[in-house]
């Protein structure tokens, strides 16, 4: 395996698939745990109760993607232990606003990162190669306006 | 996509296993390329001051190289911990070298928030052994 060809065969694309099933679940989880501390602000419980439901969105479309290459994605509650076991409470408006802002931008980075690396791939895959890139771009398109919606928050509290 | 990451890393393993300058020929031999393509990127690390090469000793980083090459190492650690105490992959240490190229720092630290790395992270790394000294696998002794 050389160190230009990351996404090779349809085993490197499950896994990396998968990997982005994960970082959804813990925005869902952190998310999640987020709005279970006393917030006391309708904007940014909003915000986060959104994020949430798209990544529980975005997963089950990635799932449904390792599902076609005879893979498996691990379950939400095991992430969602994973993410309780090492999460710190004592968060302020500030931090949870942060925190979602890193969420957003890790996601889209990850897309970004994975439609390029598909993109300059010449491997075949199981799954349509169009379809695989179009259900992906839309994904890194609602994470680029999810980061853009954080920032426009951050702005109008400053 | 960052190879040259991937490059600093490399060199400060082999610099490591060598305990001196890193031979261009390790370099290309861990990462599976061609020696002219780990020449070709070692001159481009050199042309960043990221490295120096002098012909028959090797190369060497600079402050500013090993840095970074600490950061690629960690980064590194992170996605070899995942596969393994997240996905249960066997085969981690394979799998996070492919992975490592579309898995940047911004990604690494989200996964982070959910593995268990120890305090002295990278240096606890066995360069030989190509895995975290720390990491307890199934197969360890």
Known sequence: MSVQSPVGSDHQLARLLQIGVVLEEVVEARAAKHTESDLDDEELTAL???ASE???DHRKRLDALVDELDAETIPFDEIQTLVESQYESDRDFDGVLYDQLCNEETAYKFYDDLIEAIETSDAEFSIDRDRLLGVLREIREEEEAGAEEVTRL????? | MNTANQYLKTIYLVQEIEDGPASTGAIAEMLDVSPASANEMVGKLEAKELCSHEKYKGVELTEEGIVRARDALQNYCII?????????VENFEEEAK???PVIDETVAERLDTI???EPQCPDCFDAEADACALLET???D
């Open chain 2, 115 to 117: 593995i268990d790395r």
């Open chain 2, 98 to 100: 492919q992975l490592e």
């Open chain 2, 138 to 140: 199934d197969t360890a």
């Open chain 1, 48 to 50: 986060l109760e959104d």
């Open chain 1, 154 to 158: 951050m702005e109008t509290r400053e």
């Open chain 2, 80 to 88: 070899e911990r995942f596969l393994y105490g997240v996905l249960d």
């Open chain 1, 54 to 56: 798209e990544s529980a």
